[in-house]
Structures are given as C-alpha cells and as structure tokens.
C-alpha cells in the first residue's frame, strides 16, 4: 500500500503544473466568453471548438503531456492507475485540461477498449487517431426508456444480417456527439437475449456518418449543453455496420464494459478530487477577501468549520481514491470492486458538497459563468448519476462486505 | 395559533387546484417547448411571452383567481398572510402558475410596496397597470461588487440634482428585466452615507426607457435565463427621474424593504414547500413505476426510508411556515423574525434535498428539461441566496433566541 | 387545524410552572445526590423512594396538579391531548416531574388501558390505587428473544386452564418493575396462534407477588439502573391468575395495545420536546458564561450556527407534535398514525441531536452527574428503541404516503 | 507515502490476533460478569483487579506481546507510529485488550513522558514498574472550573519552596485514578504566571500516597465507574513533592505536552478504528440473523446503504489514520498537525455513528451489559472531548489550512 508519488509522476505533475499555470489557466475565462460567442447557437451542427484549443492540445502533444492516461508505454505514458491519479486530479482543477491533454471522457475509455479489445484493423482505423487527437468518439450505453443502472434492461438490438450487423434502437446521454470532430461511436446492444445475462450484449463500432444514425437532438444538463461537445439523444434506425466492426465476438459487451471501466473507471474520481480542490480555494479565497458586517465572510458564523470539514472530506476522499488505484494496479479492477464502488460514491457527493458551500460564499455571482461553480456543480450531479447511481454503489458495497464477513466467518 | 383554512380559502384552493388541472398541467409540456422556440435567442431584446399565456391570465382574471396575494380587499383577495399561504404553495408546485394569477415574484413584492407606500399619482401610474398584469415590474436591489447579505455595503448612489434624482450604480440578478413587458424598476440606493445606517437608503421608481439604463446582459442561472422573463444587470449612468419619483421620501428605503418583505417574505417559502410537495410526487411516481432488479426501484435500498424523511421535512417546513404566516398577521413581520428566518432557512434546503434525491431516481432525465427537475433544483438554489443566504437567517435565530433567553432571564 | 393553548391549559401551564421553578427544579439536584445516597446498592429489593418525593407528590395533589394526562374529567383533568401537550412539555424538563404530577410512565399508559378496557372489578382493584399515586404498574411486552418492533414474534403464552390463564415467557425492559411500590403488571403474550394476527394476543393483569413472576435482574440503561424504578427482565414461570385477569377477553391484546398507545403514544414526543428545550438552554447558559481563547464559547467556531439551527430543529418538532395531538383529538389516533410516526421518528432524534452538541459545550460535566446530560441522552437513546425504532416509524411513514398518494390518483 | 504493514507488523497482527481469538474474546463476557461481581461497590477503594486478568498479562508478556506502542527497540518492539497503527487497531477491538498488552491509556502516555523526557533516576523509579506492568499511572491536566480545551486556562499552582514544590489545585477525569495499582500521577500545573503563555506550565512527579493528595470521588462516565479504573476528581492541598520530581524543568510543561501527544497522539484513533470494526461486525451480525417482519433486518428499510456508508467512512478513517501515523514518522507530529487534527476529528465521529446504528439493530440489548455497545458509545463519547472536543479540532485544521494557502499563494 505505497502511495508516495513516483519520479515519473513527479516529473509529469511539475510539467503538467507548469503548463496548466502559464498557458491554460490564464485562457480560462476567455475560453468560456470565446466558446459562448461561437457556440450559443441552439443548432449543435454549427458549433465550432475555439482555434485557442487547437494550439494548445499541439503545445501539449510537443511537450509529451498527451495520452498520460493509457497504461501502455509507447503509446501512452506507461503510468500506472496511481501514477497517473495525481495528474488526473491536476487536470480536474480546470474543466478544459483534460481535453488539451488528449484525457477527456468518453475518448479515454473508447480509446481503452479499443486498445485491450480492439484488433488490429480497428486499432488503425479508429484508435490511432484518437490517440492523435484528430477524431473524437462516442460512447452510446444509456437508454431512455429503461432503467440504465441495471444494465440488464438494454433494449437496442444488434442483429447478425448476411455479412453486416443491423442495429436499432435509442440511446441518450451520448456525451461528446455534437462535437465537430465526432466519427465514431461504440454502441453497446443485445445480439442474443437467451444468452446467459453475462453473454447477452456485444459492443459494435459505428461511423456516425452510417445511414440511420439519427441524431435528435443535444440535451442540456442544467441547462448547459456543454458545446462543443453536447450530450446527445440518438436513434439507430436500421443502423447497417460490416461484421468486423464487432469489438472481440458477439456476447463479449458485458466483459469489455467491465473491462472498459478497469482502470478508467476511476478517471472520473480523480478529476473529482481536483475539481473539489479547486472549490475550496474558491471558498477560501472569496472567505478573505469578501466583507460583510465589518469582517471577512471566513471569519462569521461557521464558515471555519465549514473549511474544516472540507478539507477533512476531500482529503480522505483522496486517500480512498490512491487505495482503489493502488488495487486496481495490484490485484486488478474486479477484486477492487468494493473500493471502485466507494470512491464513486464518496468523490461525486464532497465534490457536490464543497461546491454547494461555496456557492454560499459567492452568492449572485455563483450562479452564472462569472465564476466555475455551475459547470463544477454540473459535473458533481452528473458523475452521481452517470458514472452509477449512488444507491448502485452502495449496494455493491454491501453486497461485497457481507461476502468478505461470510468468508472470514467461514475460516474460523 | 389557529391553522385551520378558512372557507374563503378553502374555496379559492378548490378553484384554483380546478384551473391548474385543468389548463396550467395540461399545458406546461407544450410551454416548455414553445418558451424554448420562440426564445432559445441568446438575444434576449427578441424574447417573447407565448400566446396561450395571455389567454390564461386572461382566464384565471375572469374567474377571479387574481392578485390573490394582496391583503387588500378591494385591489387583492383580502387573505391574511396564513390565508393566502396555502394558495401560494398550490401555485408553487407549477413554475408556470404563479404568472399566470398575477402572483409572480417581483411583481408581488413591487406592487405590495407601491400598494402600501406609494402615494396615489404613483399607484395610479405603477400600481394599477402592474394589478391589471398589462406590465412587468424589476427590483433593483443586489450589486455585484459588495456582499448585498449586509445591505450596508450598497453603492449605488441616488443624488438630488434640482429637480432630479440622480442615480449612479450597477446592480444584477434584477429579476424580470429582460421581460418584453417590464417598464419600471425600484431601485435602492444611498442617498445619505451620514445619517446612521436605518436612514442611509431610498427607493425610487425608475422607468426602463430612462436615458442611462444600460441593461448590460441577462445572466444564466444554472445555465438557465428564464427567458422571457431573465435576471438582468444593469448599469445606472447618471440615470436622472423627477423628484416625486421617490417613494415615501429620502432615508425611507430601510424601512420599505423591511416593509416590502412583510407578508410577502414567506411568500417564496410557501411555493417552495408546494415546488417540494411536486417533486416528492415524482419521487413516487418514477419509485413506483421504473423497474431495476426486478423491481420497482422504490423497493431498493434505503428509497422507503428517503420517502419517508421528505414526508417528514415537508411537513415540518409546511408547519412552520404556516406558524410565521399566523405570527406575521398577528403579531406583525418584525416581532415575528425568527420564524420567518427559520422558514427562510428550512423551506429551500428541504426543496433542494427533496429534488436531489428525486433526480437520483430519474437519472439522465433529471438534467434536462424532460422533468421539471432542473428548473425546481434551480429555484431551490437560487433562493437560499436570494432570499438571504442560509448563514444571514441562522445568524438572525441567534440573535433573536438569545435576546429573548436574556429576557426570560431577567423576568426571574 | 387550532393549536392555540385553551385557557385551561394556559391556567395548569402557570400553575405547574410555579410549581416546577419552587418546589422541583430547587430540588433536583439534592434528589440527585439523596437517589444516590439511598439507592447505589445493586440490589435492586433494597431500592427506597427519597422521602421529599412523596411530600412533593402529595403537594402536587392538593393543588390539583395531578393525572393531567388522563383525558377523563371526574378521574383526570379532562384535558384533550391537545391541550395536555404543552402540560407535557413543561414537565419533560425535569426528569423528577412526571412522577411528582402522577403523569409518570409506564402507569400513564397503563391506567388508560384500565380507564378504557378494564372492567369495574379491574379498575376498583387496580384503577383507583394507581390514580391515586399510591402502587405503581409495570408493562410486561418487550422479550429479548425475538424482535419486538414486530409484535407478531412475540413468545410469552398464556393458556386456560380451567379457571385460570398460566402464563409462561420471559420479559425484559419492564419499567418500573424493581419500584418499591410496584405492584402489579400487565402482561402481553399468546392466547391464540391459530387465530388472524390481530387476535392471537391478550393482556393479562399479574399481581407481582404471584408465585412463579421471577425478577431475573434489574437492567442498566447506558450504565444506570433508574433507581428506584429500574428496567426489569422478569421470568413468568407457569403463572396463574384468575379468569377475571384478562383484560376485555381473549384476542384483544393488539386492540388494547393500539388504544393504549392513544393519546398516550406521544407523551413521550412531548416530553422529549421539553428534554430538548432544556438541553438548548443548557447549552445557550454554557456557552455564554464558559470563556476558552478569550471569548464565551458561543462566539467560537459555529457554535452560533448550531444554536439556530438547534431552535428550528425543536419548533419544527413541537409544531409537529401539536399537529400529531390535533389529529388524535380530530379524527383519532389510527388515522393520525403517519402524524404520530413522523413525530415519534422525529422528537427523540431532535432531543438526542441538542443533547450531543450540548455536551460538546460542557467537556467532562457533561459525562457525569454534575449535568444532567447523560440522563437525557439515555431518556433520548432509549426512546429511539422503546418507543419503537425509528426504521419501524419510517417503514409506517412510507406506507401511509403511497397509501394516500394511491388514493390521491384514483380520484382523478 | 508507503502504508504497507511491515514484516514485523504482519508478524506481530499475527500473533496478537491469535491471542486475541485464542483468550481475550472467550474472556470477554466473564470478564464483565466476574468485574461486576467483584467491582459493584460504589466505594472505589475496595475495587479489586479480577485474577484472570493478572494471568493474562503475564501470558501476553511471555509471548512478547508487551509494551508494543513503545518505539524504543529494547524497552518497547522498536515500531514506527505507522507500524504500531495496525496493532492498536486490532487492540481497539476489545475494550479489555490495551490492558492485556501492557498498551493502555493513560499509562502509555505516561510511560512516553518518561521515556523521552524523565531523568535516568525517574526512570528507574517510575518507568521501569510500569513497563513491567506492576504499578498503574494517572494524568492529572484537565480541571472542573475552566476550559480545559484551552490550556492557557489551567488554575493549579506548582510553586517552588525550598526543596519542594507545593502544588495546589483541583483535577478531575483523572483515568486509573481508582485503580488499586495507581502509585504515581504526572502532575500539570502553573509555575511561572508572567512567562510567555507557552513556558507557564511544568510537570511533576507526584506518589499518590503523598499528604494532601485527596482523592474526592470517582465520576461515572454515561454511567459507568469504569472499575478497577475509574476517572477521579482530585484535590491537591499544599501536596509536597521533592524538587527533583519536576520533569524537565519548570516551564517545560508545554514542551512535553506536545510530546507527550506525539505518536502517541493518535493511539486512541486506531483503537477507535478497530472499535467501530468491532461495531460494524456486530451489526451485520444482527443484520442478518435477527428476523422481523419475515426477513432479515439487514434486508429491511435503508440497512445495507447503512451498512455501505459505514464500511466507506471507516475505511476512510483508517487511511487517515495511517496517513496522520506515516506523517508523524516522516515529518513529526509538529508539522503533522492538520492530519492528526483531522483523524481526531474523523475516527471519534465514525465510531459513535457506527455504534447508534448498531444498537438500532439490537434495540433493548444495547442499552445494557449484554453487548459491549454501551461500553463502545462512552468510548467515543468520551474521546470526541477528552482527546481535545471536535471544534479545537477544526479550529487547528482551518488555521493550518489557512497558513498553506497563503504559503501556496505567496510563491506564485
């Protein structure tokens, strides 16, 4: 259970420091005003990514901060899980780093599963450019009409047809799909519902330029639609892709998504922790500067116990994310299962819970783009929800502490 | 400490739950789509009030569910305070309602002010117009430079020039200033920073065709303008209006916000309670009817007891309020400040933890407008600074208890 | 929906506040000590009542100030529960009172159950000596054996035998059983377990001297044993009693124990509100006069913060009792049981939550006899169980609400 | 940041374990029973050690489990804090072990003092027979009439006359005071008013035997003497002690304060760990064998969420105990400050939240002896005051915070 930082580690986080401080900081705010003036348009087809964005993904890219997600040591950086938790919560801190450095979601995961699962035609149609940044993909999991938490209630279809496999049905929450550089999406669906319910689904790659893809519309998410990426509603309307594009084999859907959330699974956690420590700079921040009945807000009421008990949760939340990262890495994602399932369920809710604190402090201004606080608030609601119900995770919890007493029950 | 709804009530909320289910519900799915079309515009000059609102209003006039919130009754309904709250949190659980009777936020405060301090050429002129809902009223009140929790911070200045007031200062989250029918904003400002700190403000009326006003932008809240309605900032540039444009007269501004907040302060409580009682019926309804697991996910984990502590909290919040509501018109707003605190802290908080949990159940619904989820999340939010941020109301109980702990002291 | 205090009520609430501030509160503290002195043996059957206490008894007596709680007006006060409430409250303060007004559990519930389904035999017998302060009762229910949140489990049986009941069963958590002046128990078991769940058990009256009742032990609750009432876990060894003993008949067990926890079931909740009231002032008393870091405590940390939100948490709870009692008196108390739960849910909780924040204030005092503390916190932890466990109120709050929502959508 | 348990760790967890399984577990409730037995006299002078215990001690010593909090390697095991944790824990999860091993509060802290700060012929007088086991010790700091939280409050007097230092005070929640093996107290007290506030105070040596050292009474804590223990209230009358009994020197109180809370600062925290372990077992244990309503309660209401949040803020708790204990070792306990505020903070909270949940599941039991749940609830009672009350805490964290910060910002 070591958790101190590797040298590769600490050499990637100064340079990521560094570059996030001179370059990406300071073209925050302009970002928001930029993307606005492009993109306040309600028709996602015209949104357009700020050229800004461009110049620095390639400044990343020059300086070898690019792809740090990927285990794999030539094509990514060869971090491990906990190597690379510290650079991920560097990058949480600002909700525009991770895509500057090729780490943004759901790209990271896609680009996963094609990496473990993909062979190699797939590899070199679809992941190396994505590993070079120049197309961006979609993950279509969730459906409207059904629970998602359970993934068992999937109703799209993906049917073997001569030499194609014929898909249809309706996704939603496809984050990413308004994007401009949008190609490709890996769509999960059942191929054979009297499989046994481990075998019932496969994953298959689909060219969003496929006749059938039916975009409808892009959702907002507390109101924002997040453009240019977008969160969008899309029908597979007699969706017509070849045979090879199936990810492993048919009835594979289910062990590929455990595996696409091996690692991966706890990238959303980390940026959690970052994001959560960005809102409690905020609270301090506006808490020393900001005067109300003569005095600092830091110093009325129970703002102090506020700050307390913040750091307290963001730094155990941080502790319990390295725990799950350093199993992942020593005794692999599925034994981890328990501790996965309580940083998911810790990281989202302090990171809600410091930004609902800080909105306090900030009043008016916490409440519209002048400062981060909705976009950070949005991503706190989301990550509870998107990322597996809180009562999911809960139950698995239990479910895998009441295992571990029997097994410890049994031994003696 | 009698509770019980008198018969007038009891009538009114007969009448109005018949003309909510009637046409408001029916209707609400469509508004959201047609507010969407005609004013997804970012340009909020172009923001329009879709058709069947009109008509409505024109309806709910006719059967004389109108102006309701008003004491008086020759303008208003004649309801005391705990009459009219049970009214209020029946319009609350719609978003849409509270226009449709003339019963919406700014405009119930403005006119209460002008009803009960205006003198009659300004009633005739503001007052009348705002009753006959043919206009849409602002209240300028909140800067964004200095903590407006503590209204001695305030620095927009009113000045006597002649026969003008002349206004210099920025305020924002002005509600209702981007409306097509808004004409005419009170706006508080300094007029004397000598006399001591219940003398140092007043309000005047401000016409928004005035030469200075600078509507600088709408602001998003949560993502959200609230088209055509919007919470604008606006710049006052030596704004100049005729001297008898002042209400009451100058050093009166402490007293008429005090005033303005009489009645009329719980009034957002009440809807929030209804806006909670809404989103517990949702909790319901998609507990009931969304199946994981096989089975209904009300039947999971800790969802039972989650509905059974929300009953609880509202009916607790509800108790309250209508317990300042008696006190209110008992024994007045300013003897009654620890409740209508207590209900200003608890109202909101209990909306947004009932809305909370209840987006947990919908999902991916819950962030976009397919529920009512987000736009009650954002009242909920808004309102625990609007009205007040929590800290301000707690420090007030306080202050309050230990007066009167002192005094109860003393009496032995 | 009228909770304002009759002027029967506001007359007794003077009186027993007079009462209380000159004769019990004085002597509390001496009580205190005199308990200790004459009752600190572990033998229970040595256990004596502190002579005052009968002196006070008497005095409380002549001036009317006794058996408020019984509703009748030729035995009791006639007062509705309503009108009891605030009666309650007031003595909840003093752990002493209840017992000097004769308003002391377990004999208030008993006597109702005598009041209300004993015959006239019973009552002359048991009745009369218990309004009369002279034995007291106990309530044989609770077993250790099985669950006893679900009455169903329960395993004392009691079997006809020609002219007698034989009773055989363990109880524990029978209050008052180690009193001196204990004299009789009424005993819930098994008559019938072939009939419908609702008439398989029966209530029987038990002399404690009657051959076979073994007090195994005197129970302590968070290590006091409630001397000289005491917990007692008693065996009934093949008990006789007379035919006459039972009460109304066989099968009528689960109708009585509905009944008796009338009105009476929450008495508890209104002396919990009491408990709580002076917890806060405790708290407010401790914090104003105690000096750490140069400052009373109540100025430190969010120590002002947690007295506001103590204050709303106890009005919100009081309201909600008042609501519970207005019910019962309004459309009884079967109709009123998701009111009764929620305030039974919610009373102890409050007191337990202000008596743990209390005693962060008072350091070490607070974990000994020198405060009396840890004596709320037990009357707090205990009723969380006793009066029913919370998961039990809120599965009954959760049941009712889906019931009314149910119906609330059938009649549209 | 490695918390991997060493060899010596992992050999040690080993043999304690075995130990522990092996006699303390089946000791456990004759222990209780035999100390009742024995120790039921409220006169502390007659309390008696049961014999078992004598036997099990010598046991523990011979097998090398003895003095292992020590980390001197020929007096103690030669453990780092961070090598120590997982054994305290796994002491922690019996109220009777600490004693066994020889780990006990307060004679751990007692025997730090001496070990770091004593002269070679204080040592041999004191720290050798409680190395051994042979004598008990007491900690006289915390006083009834000032708050102890704040140290610069302390009222006892240590003056110096001639050979002698004279010490008058009162002190109380002296723990072992009443043990029959007490010889010795560290004495906390006042020498030099007019110093700089953190060279005011000094320790002294002072034999409980010596004249004027008046033993008062023993106060129950929730109840409980916590015999052959107890927590004494003492009176220092013009006590007499040679010159050479101070420790250090005068002024040096403060020094070995914050050394004597060095490591062993945080001992109580991972007991508390493996106490709310102990907690959390019992739960699941009752969870799932106790039946109402047809199941088992774990399966009712919210109990495996429960279940979920506690094993996640546990598993929290003790990485921030690991993480505080690796600080110490690696920085020192000054510059640990915020973390080892923070598990003081954290690891008191999660034990008495995890023991209220459980004795829910217990009911009637776990009021008394017949779970140790009481006995766990005055643990963590106790500590969140006695360890430094929880607002000292967040005051020391949010200072700290605060400092950081600035640092962080003044190298920008």
Redesign the interface.
């Known amino acids: 259970?070591?958790?101190?930082?590797s040298e590769k580690t600490k050499d990637y986080l100064a340079r990521l420091d560094t570059f996030m401080?001179e370059f990406i900081e300071p073209y925050e705010n302009q970002y928001q005003k930029e993307n606005y003036r492009l993109n306040?348009t309600?028709n996602w087809r015209e949104w357009q990514v700020p050229p800004r964005v461009a110049e620095l993904k390639q400044m990343a890219r020059e300086q070898g901060l690019w792809n740090l997600f990927l285990p794999d040591d030539t094509l990514g950086a060869g971090l491990s899980t906990l190597e690379y938790a510290p650079l991920a919560e560097r990058m949480g801190r600002s909700l525009l780093a991770p895509e500057i450095f090729n780490c943004n979601a759901p790209d990271t995961g896609n680009m996963e599963v094609l990496h473990y699962f993909g062979d190699k035609a797939q590899q070199k149609r679809w992941l190396q450019p994505l590993l070079d940044g120049e197309v961006r993909s979609v993950f279509c999991m969730?459906e409207?009409d059904?629970?998602?938490?359970?993934a068992t209630?999937m109703q799209t279809t993906i049917v073997a047809e001569g030499d194609e496999w014929v898909i249809n049905g309706r996704k939603?929450?496809s984050t990413g799909l308004g994007h401009p550089d949008a190609e490709i999406a890996i769509v999960m669906g059942l191929t054979d519902e009297d499989a046994d319910k481990h075998h019932q689904h496969s994953m298959v790659l689909v060219p969003l330029d496929t006749p059938g893809v039916n975009i409808e519309r892009m959702?907002?998410?507390?109101?924002?639609y997040d453009a240019p990426y977008g969160h969008g509603e899309v029908i597979f309307d007699n969706v017509r892709v070849p045979k090879e594009n199936i990810i492993v084999g048919p009835g594979a859907g289910f062990k590929i998504a455990q595996g696409r959330l091996g690692p991966g699974r706890i990238h959303h956690c980390m940026r959690a922790i970052g994001a959560a420590e960005r809102a409690l700079?905020l609270f301090?921040e506006r808490g020393?500067s900001?005067?109300?009945?003569g005095q600092p807000?830091?110093k009325?009421?129970?703002?102090?116990?506020?700050?307390?008990?913040m750091?307290?949760a963001i730094?155990?939340?941080r502790?319990?994310t390295?725990?799950a990262a350093w199993q992942i890495d020593n005794i692999g994602a599925l034994k981890a299962i328990?501790?996965i399932s309580?940083i998911k369920?810790?990281a989202p809710s302090v990171l809600q819970h410091v930004v609902d604190e800080t909105?306090?402090l900030f009043?008016?201004?916490?409440?519209?783009?002048d400062t981060p606080l909705?976009g950070l608030?949005?991503v706190a609601?989301?990550l509870?929800?998107?990322d597996g119900?809180?009562?999911v995770?809960?139950?698995?919890?239990?479910?895998t502490?009441?295992k571990q007493?029997q097994g410890r029950n049994n031994d003696?």
Chains 1, 2, 3, 4 share one sequence.
């Open positions: 259970m070591d958790f101190s930082y401080v306040s309600s969730t409207p059904v629970a998602s938490s359970d209630n939603w929450w959702l907002p998410a507390l109101g924002e700079e301090i020393v900001r005067i109300a009945f807000l830091l009325l009421g129970g703002n102090t116990e506020r700050l307390a008990d750091r307290v730094d155990q939340a502790l319990m390295l725990y328990k501790e309580a369920l810790v909105m306090q009043g008016g201004a916490s409440m519209c783009h909705p608030l949005t609601r989301s509870r929800i998107a119900p809180d009562a995770h809960r139950a698995t919890i239990a479910k502490e009441l007493w003696r």
